[in-house]
């Protein structure tokens, strides 16, 4: 699985998240959520935010039983701001 984190996310997970191994036992976004409170609380209590979206091989997901497997692509979005 691959693991994106954009704009502040990016700076708060650092390189090393986008490469972490994922426990196979990870199948929804709610255990990769329960993951990331485990192996890094400070990017777990970012991405816990209302307007954090999330999308899964490019589409926006908000189902947190979503299933997601090795082949995947997670990526973490701030919430935007636009003018």
């Given at each position: 699985?691959?693991?994106?984190?954009?704009?502040?996310?990016?700076?708060?997970?650092?390189?090393h998240?986008?490469?972490?191994?994922?426990?196979?036992?990870?199948?929804t976004?709610?255990?990769?959520?329960?993951?990331?409170?485990?192996?890094?609380?400070?990017?777990?209590?970012?991405?816990a935010?209302?307007?954090?979206?999330?999308?899964?091989?490019?589409?926006?997901?908000?189902?947190?039983?979503?299933?997601?497997g090795?082949?995947d692509?997670?990526?973490?979005?701030?919430?935007?701001?636009?003018?």
């Amino acid at each position: 699985m691959k693991l994106v984190f954009l704009g502040r996310f990016r700076e708060i997970a650092g390189p090393h998240m986008s490469d972490m191994a994922v426990p196979c036992e990870v199948k929804t976004l709610s255990g990769l959520q329960d993951f990331l409170t485990q192996a890094h609380p400070a990017l777990a209590a970012a991405l816990a935010g209302v307007r954090t979206q999330v999308a899964v091989n490019q589409v926006i997901v908000r189902d947190p039983s979503h299933a997601i497997g090795d082949a995947d692509e997670v990526a973490f979005l701030p919430p935007m701001s636009g003018g």
